[in-house]
């Protein structure tokens, strides 16, 4: 099951590889029923899922069986290199509350961004390789249970990203790229030299081999006592924390490690900084959630405040530099790391209410983003421009696309009835309850606000008043007398055709629908995080 | 589940399903729809009303509750805490059954009215969903028995009002305003927020009940002083929405959107909703909470008066007679005239929709025309309008046989009683502010019926380019784009605007809500929402940090006496006993106060306007700085702008300036040294390293290029170096010998 949701963009990747370049439409066809069948699978896997298992560590007797789902476990490369030394790498793959939901954001995501791709026409063939390949990374990346094969899975998603930047971006592609690409690298170096510190820390308590199997690194019962980051070696240990946080800080991306964002966002098309914003982010905060913090439970709790505190530096200085922007697409990269800051808030808070609402502000905003991403590669299409003081009044023109813009502009500002506000306030409550996240709570709500003026602001500019003088459109009156809107060189269906409609719509169901009743979702993880926070807890509080 | 909470649920969900269909269908509808809006809301208040017969009049009873939840989110069983839900839930008690018949009947009066008036208008569908939406979230708030779903349902009123506001969006002013509203309301829902966190995270639920409970038996752990601010927290969400002192500049300006809208939201419901959540909280409220919450109500009365007296616009009069008439409802809830402040919040909801309404028939008559300098002589076209517009005017000016003079003046009672319970001093403040906004409220009250209903027609004094000007800004409202200027044809309104007005005016009379003009404590409201006992008083005792003023109070026992020998509720907190019984002595004292206030306030009106024995621009420009100050409102806005509108616009482009140059310097910069570094490797790679590498070979080569000479192949050469070489050998032996 798992092996197929995650190999089954590969091998739409290799049927195109077969494909005559000249053949587009076949390529993408292959691709989106690659990217159907995934949310088919996805969503099997949804409904065979039992929400009672936690998963985090294994289940009794130390097999991962009777607590993850969809286990697939078979020995990958196994090397006696002579002596004590061998090498146990395993093909291991399972599910529980808190991958599950990300597989779901995954497929669905991925098969927006196929819809949106429909538009490139540059080397469609090789972009749809590239594609297929990230879209199995950064499911692999979610499913694995081995630390080498989410290694693997992690840096085998920077090569397509690189180029699908690089290659399909604007004007200042190759600049955003690399950066792009050495930051992720510079953070997963340092990932690399943690795990093989932890593989020979840690046995299997089934085999008694060293392993890479996250399930038991997850029991601190596993690890040798005097091992280099065994709990003896306490100052490994922290070093290890804060290396490894920063690989996925970097990815999250959690100031100061942001900048590649904003860069990355604008140059990208529009089906990459759909996937980048609402999958390839969320890997940071999972790889805090299923390595970092488990593994290292007493750094993380002796961190919390800190890692509340650039949560609260997210959250507002995110929202500030958002205000800022001229340009629509990078106020919604800023938004993001704003709207990640919450995640890492909720973490830091490190209780139920805190990690579950973080856990729902990853599928929230993954969906949620994905939608502001959509919505402005909708007008970039027609206008050629992303600035916010070129348009005015466009409410008034497209009523569809600016009826969908407020939703989705509302559900990112947090409105209640709608996704973001449930996991925003979940985090709020965590982090407050929390006496050491207490004051950063305090401070974090401004973000509240800052978002509403933002993005408000960029609604009023973009979409009401009237036409701005130096607009990016023009008004022509047609001969039934009424004005209609007319962009300079754009062909289609001035407001939301029906790929658009297909793409957006779902989106909007799900946040409406999520955001009045959240269960589907929260069903799922509660009972991991409760699981999780329970892990998190030094015994002398619990 | 108890019938009537199952009704309340229909009635509940019937504005959203008018919301949904309307939203969707309204194009493909006849009349865009319109019906279907009127006829919901006309069923909503026939249930509401059922309701309203069966809680109030059958039940009478002033304990009634029912109560109904569900789970809405279970986050399963948490460690640390057990077993962790968050529940959403629906209280009927009498203050909900009246508020539900309140709201649906305004509601439905306004979608009635808003057929008439908002006849012909591009999006007029569109209209009648946001009202629905509005209407929802409303009666959500009413019913909510938890802090999170009042927390959801007061956003979402917010939304309503942003979209209602912002409806004729191409007009930039009415952009500006539905943004400043949302924002203004923002920075009270944070307060809230916060509130509701501080008390979520000592008892790990919403529920006013649960938490209620739990501060009873005093399980608070946190300080004294967390509670109070708790209070204040919550009280900032009603600072937002009610539009109290420092946020209430966004109300005046919400009068951008379409004048139903202004009567429904931004008078009669929505704004109330400040006022009925701070009742909600009431018992939890400490003394000190209490005071902070009556001087900004009494404040903002007495500010909001002096503002409404110079503004020109009928509307801006209005909005700005509503912020301070709201804060004669803060001000009881903060001296503790919970039923008298909730009195009031019910009979100025009727009069006040009235007086909007009314002066929307007056812009919809005038084409549009919202400055009252050029009004006047309208009484002979439009006697409905005058007669129900003269009526609520009363009421609001609080002249006896009205609903308003019994609601002001139970506050006013209460302000004063409060002051006596305190100890006087600064406390007589808050009556004293009370008394001369009365007197201002009469003032710009009869300013604004002589200007709008006396005289003659001022049409022809406007200025031929303002006139253009303010045509053009409503030439987004279509049906009335037209030539017409505005004293030709003005008319009464057509039946479907007028019915609501007669309605509105009718429940401004004093016999809806008591048999005794003079006092209001009489009447069934008053009798069936009485002070709810505090939960905090025993944790105070408990704790014995009890306010100092309590000391001096007759025991909490005689005073329940008191209270039970005039058939009266009693009292467990001996502070709520004492301001019952001196409000209650203090009645005959504010009726007479108040009343004089009001003829002082009539009268000079009078002097001014009628008989014209003080020229109201001679005086402006005598006082001119006081004149200016109350025309520009008092400049908050100016400062607001000046300090955390600009602010926060500077913060922002600093701190952006700094992620680029800073932030982003550093990581180019970094990217920058080991490009330099690369190259400098590459530099000793190829200059030193591979340098010294061909230094060898290039002094290998040198010395075998030397070395070759040597090597010429030629004998005779040969045999002089081996010559040489001896000889050199010999002379080398022997100067050693000699040596």
């Known amino acids: 099951m798992l092996s197929l949701i995650v190999f089954l963009p590969i091998i739409a990747g290799l049927i195109i590889l077969a494909v005559p370049s000249s053949q587009k439409q076949i390529i993408r066809i292959v691709s989106l029923l690659a990217a159907l069948a995934q949310g088919v699978v996805a969503i099997l896997i949804w409904r065979a899922y039992d929400p009672s298992l936690p998963g985090i560590t294994a289940g009794p007797g130390g097999s991962p069986l009777g607590s993850f789902q969809f286990v697939e476990k078979l020995p990958w490369i196994g090397l006696k290199l002579g002596g004590m030394a061998s090498l146990n790498i395993e093909y291991f793959l399972g599910v529980d509350g808190i991958s599950v939901t990300m597989i779901i954001l995954t497929a669905l995501v991925s098969a927006i961004g196929v819809l949106s791709s429909w538009t490139i026409q540059k080397q469609v063939k090789g972009y749809f390789i590239l594609y297929n390949l990230l879209a199995s990374a950064m499911m692999g990346c979610f499913v694995a249970l081995d630390f080498f094969l989410f290694y693997v899975f992690w840096e085998l998603m920077l090569l397509p990203m690189y180029f699908l930047i690089g290659i399909w971006g604007g004007p200042n592609r190759e600049y955003a790229a690399i950066k792009f690409f050495l930051y992720t690298l510079f953070g997963s170096v340092f990932m690399l030299l943690v795990m093989i510190g932890l593989y020979f820390s840690v046995l299997d308590p089934v085999t008694g081999n060293h392993t890479f199997s996250l399930v038991a690194m997850a029991n601190q019962a596993n690890y040798i006592q005097d091992a280099i980051l065994g709990p003896h070696n306490v100052m490994w240990r922290y070093i290890a924390f804060a290396v490894l946080f920063i690989g996925f800080a970097i990815k999250v991306p959690m100031f100061p490690f942001h900048t590649w964002l904003p860069d990355a966002h604008v140059e990208a098309p529009t089906p990459i900084s759909v996937i980048l914003a609402g999958v390839l982010l969320k890997l940071g905060t999972y790889g805090m959630m299923r390595i970092n913090f488990p593994l290292f439970p007493e750094v993380f709790h002796a961190s919390m405040y800190i890692i509340g505190i650039f949560g609260a530096i997210n959250i507002i200085y995110g929202a500030f530099c958002a205000l800022a922007q001229q340009d629509l697409k990078k106020m919604v990269a800023y938004s993001s790391i704003s709207h990640m800051g919450y995640v890492l808030l909720g973490l830091a808070a490190g209780n139920s209410e805190g990690m579950v609402g973080a856990l729902y502000q990853m599928f929230n905003h993954g969906t949620i983003t994905a939608m502001l991403f959509l919505l402005v590669g909708v007008i970039y299409d027609r206008a050629h421009t992303r600035q916010i003081d070129k348009f005015g009044g466009l409410a008034s023109y497209m009523p569809v696309y600016a009826a969908i813009v407020t939703v989705a502009w509302f559900a990112s500002l947090g409105l209640p009835g709608l996704s973001g506000f449930i996991s925003e306030a979940l985090v709020f409550v965590g982090a407050f309850s929390s006496i050491t996240t207490r004051p950063i709570a305090m401070v974090s709500v401004l973000g509240i606000l800052f978002g509403a003026a933002y993005l408000l602001w960029s609604l009023q500019r973009v979409f009401l008043g009237k036409r701005k003088p130096d607009a990016a459109y023009d008004l022509e009156v047609g001969a039934d007398g009424h004005e209609h809107i007319h962009f300079h060189d754009w062909k289609g269906k001035i407001d939301l055709d029906a790929r658009e409609l297909t793409m957006l719509v779902p989106l909007v169901v799900i946040t409406i629908f999520l955001g009045i009743y959240p269960m589907p979702v929260l069903g799922m993880i509660t009972s991991s995080v409760n699981k999780l926070v329970e892990v998190l807890t030094p015994l002398a509080i619990r | ?739």
């Open chain 2, 1 to 739: 589940m108890h019938s009537l909470i199952q009704l309340s649920i229909v009635v509940l969900l019937l504005p959203l399903l008018s919301f949904v269909i309307l939203i969707f269908f309204n194009r493909r509808l006849p009349r865009r729809g319109d019906f279907v809006g009127v006829g919901i809301l006309g069923t909503a208040f026939a249930i509401s009303a059922y309701i309203f017969w069966t809680v109030i009049v059958q039940t009478y009873d002033p304990a009634f509750r029912v109560a109904w939840n569900f789970t809405w989110i279970d986050l399963g069983n948490v460690p640390g805490i057990g077993p962790l839900t968050i529940k959403m839930g629906i209280v009927i008690d009498n203050l909900t059954a009246i508020m539900l018949a309140m709201v649906t009947l305004i509601s439905l009066l306004v979608h009635l009215y808003s057929t008439g008036y908002m006849a012909g208008d591009k999006n007029y569908g569109r209209y009648f969903a946001f009202l629905g939406i509005f209407t929802f979230s409303m009666l959500g708030i009413v019913l909510s028995d938890n802090l999170f779903s009042i927390y959801i349902f007061w956003e979402l009123v917010g939304l309503s009002s942003y979209l209602l506001i912002g409806f004729f969006f191409e007009k930039d002013s009415a952009a500006d305003a539905q943004k400043k509203a949302f924002l203004a309301n923002r920075v009270g829902d944070i307060g809230m927020w916060l509130g509701i966190l501080i008390l979520y995270s000592q008892f790990h639920t919403f529920s006013f009940a649960e938490i209620y409970a739990n501060l009873a038996a005093g399980k608070f752990a946190m300080s004294n002083a967390w509670l109070t601010a708790a209070g204040l927290l919550l009280f900032m969400g009603c600072v937002g929405k009610s539009a109290q002192f420092p946020l209430h500049i966004w109300l005046p300006d919400a009068m951008e959107g379409p004048t139903p809208v202004s009567a429904l939201i931004h008078a009669a419901t929505m704004v109330a909703a400040g006022v009925y959540f701070v009742a909600r909280i009431f018992v939890l409220l400490t003394p000190d909470a209490l005071h902070v919450i009556a001087f900004i109500g009494a404040f903002t009365a007495f500010m909001a008066a002096t503002i409404a007296i110079t503004q020109n616009d009928i509307k801006r009069v209005l909005a700005y007679s509503t912020v301070s008439q709201l804060g004669y409802m803060v001000l009881g809830l903060g001296v503790g005239a919970y039923s008298a402040a909730l009195f009031h919040l019910v009979t100025h909801a009727f009069f006040k929709a009235c007086l909007f309404l009314g002066s929307g028939a007056i812009i919809h008559a005038m084409h549009h025309e919202q400055d009252m300098r050029w009004m006047g002589g309208l009484r002979k076209h439009m006697p409905w309008t005058f007669a129900t517009f003269t009526l609520a005017t009363l009421a609001l000016a609080g002249l006896p046989l009205t609903s308003g003079f019994m609601s002001k003046d139970a506050i006013l009672a209460g302000a004063i009683g409060f002051a006596n319970v305190e100890g006087g001093g600064v406390y007589y403040i808050i009556p004293v502010l009370g008394f001369f906004s009365a007197m201002l409220t009469a003032f710009y009250m009869g300013r604004q019926i002589w200007l709008v209903f006396f005289g003659e027609s001022r049409t022809h004094l406007k200025p031929a380019d303002d006139h253009h000007s303010a045509h053009h800004a409503h030439g987004a409202h279509d049906a009335h784009n037209d030539d017409h200027h505005a004293d030709h044809g003005v008319h009464e309104v057509s039946w479907n605007m007028r019915a609501p007005l007669v309605i509105l005016a009718a429940l401004s009379v004093f016999f809806v809500y008591s048999p005794n003009p003079l006092d209001g404590a009489q009447g069934w409201f008053m009798k069936m929402i009485k002070t709810p006992a505090t939960v905090v008083a025993s944790y105070q005792s408990a704790v014995g940090s009890g306010h100092s003023a309590l000391k001096e109070l007759p025991s909490a026992e005689a005073a329940g006496e008191h209270a039970s020998e005039k058939g009266e509720h009693t009292f467990a907190d001996p502070r709520q006993a004492e301001l019952a019984h001196t409000s209650h002595a203090a009645h005959y004292t504010a009726i007479y106060i108040s009343s004089i206030m009001v003829i002082l306030g009539i009268t000079l009106a009078g002097v001014v306007f009628v008989f014209k024995i003080i020229d109201p621009d001679k005086t402006a420009e005598t006082i001119r700085p006081l004149y200016l100050f109350s025309l520009n409102k008092w400049y908050w806005d100016e400062i607001y702008q000046a300090t955390f509108i600009r602010g926060s616009l500077l913060l922002s482009k600093m701190l952006y300036w700094f992620d680029r140059n800073i932030i982003d310097g550093m990581v180019n910069g970094a990217a920058l040294i080991v490009r330099n570094v690369a190259f400098a490797n590459n530099s000793f790679d190829k200059y030193v390293v591979d340098g010294l590498v061909n230094f060898t070979a290039f002094s290998v080569n040198t010395t075998g290029a030397v070395l070759r000479k040597l090597q010429t192949g030629k004998v005779q050469t040969y045999v002089v170096m081996l010559l040489a070489v001896v000889f050199g050998y010999f002379v080398f032996y022997f100067t050693r010998l000699i040596y």
